[in-house]
């Protein structure tokens, strides 16, 4: 051990080694989260402006495809936060098992949610829809705006998959530690936590109304 | 030993009950704003409305999902403002002239 003045570990404003009580994996996570968060704020503040400044924005969701599904996605994305919390409380237990069981359960949610939003995709790509031009009329950036912020969504869900699918074989393996699952969670939290403005934004804001 | 996890126990046990009741007001939040996406409000209310509720959502996920109810409350000041500040300074940007285009056009 290092030679530490025992004065600054008991005061965290003096330098001790734990400012916020927490790991520095765990502050970490939330300084990624705190930037992560005003990267797509600056993209859904973007597409707002384009949203409410143009009058023939086009409203190209109809309840049945479109918003049943993203609705169900919602749904999925929630129930996966639900079970990842669950996988963060059976670490702190220190339940291994549990743990790799409700992990394995959230990977299933985020790859639901990422198979009905591929689903929904390819629908609109089907009906013409490009990043600069869509098929229905009004302004051009519905596609690029569409496309940009959601598909940066699913690549965070994917990453996210992925990052957990590690953390279960690890957890598997006796490797990594209950603050490890923690901040796994974190950013899968996060990841749910976008998906809460970019439904209301993108997809509420553009349904179609039956006339 | 072999199921043992090191760092275990570092918080206090919450219930399950808790969770899964915020994961109710989740989707119940989810279900109003669907149904508010139907009754053909004017854009900037709509907007403002559906913005209020998905702010209580992201703090109740922070909140309980993330934990951050049970963290030290420095870590919650240090990261939660600052967020805000930005989100403030980015919106100041675009939104009274956001709001006049769209009032013009309904006109």
């Not at chain 2, 998905?54 to 703090?59: D, E, Q, T, V, Y």
Request: charged share 15%; aromatic share 12%; glycine share 8%.
């Amino acid at each position: 051990m290092h030679d530490v003045n025992p004065e600054a570990l008991s005061s965290p404003w003096s330098g001790g080694a734990l400012p916020f009580a927490t790991g520095s994996k765990k502050l970490g996570m939330w300084l990624f989260i705190a930037s992560d968060t005003l990267t797509f704020t600056a993209l859904l503040v973007a597409y707002t402006y384009s949203r409410l400044s143009n009058p023939d924005w086009p409203r190209p969701f109809p309840f049945s495809p479109s918003i049943l599904y993203s609705t169900v996605m919602t749904i999925v994305l929630l129930a996966s936060s639900l079970t990842m919390v669950m996988g963060v409380r059976a670490g702190a237990r220190g339940d291994r098992r549990a743990v790799v069981k409700w992990i394995m359960a959230t990977m299933l949610g985020g790859l639901l949610f990422v198979g009905l939003h591929m689903r929904e995709w390819l629908h609109l790509i089907d009906e013409g829809l490009r990043p600069g031009s869509n098929p229905w009329g009004g302004s051009p950036l519905f596609g690029a705006v569409f496309f940009g912020i959601t598909g940066l969504h699913m690549t965070h869900v994917l990453i996210g998959v992925i990052y957990l699918g590690i953390i279960a074989i690890g957890t598997g393996r006796g490797k990594f530690t209950a603050e490890d699952i923690e901040v796994s969670g974190l950013y899968w939290h996060f990841v749910d936590l976008v998906w809460m403005f970019v439904f209301p934004l993108v997809y509420l804001m553009s349904v179609q109304y039956t006339k | 030993m072999s199921d043992h996890i090191e760092g275990a126990n570092a918080h206090p046990e919450i219930p399950a009950k808790t969770f899964a009741w915020v994961w109710i007001c989740l989707v119940l939040i989810t279900g109003i704003e669907v149904y508010l996406a139907y009754i053909e409000l004017e854009p900037t209310l709509m907007l403002g409305i559906l913005l209020g509720l998905s702010l209580i959502k992201a703090a109740l996920i922070m909140a309980w999902f993330m934990h951050l109810k049970y963290e030290k409350r420095s870590l919650t000041l240090a990261i939660v403002p600052s967020i805000l500040f930005c989100i403030g300074m980015m919106t100041v940007y675009i939104l009274w002239d956001a709001v006049r285009l769209a009032r013009m056009r309904a006109l």
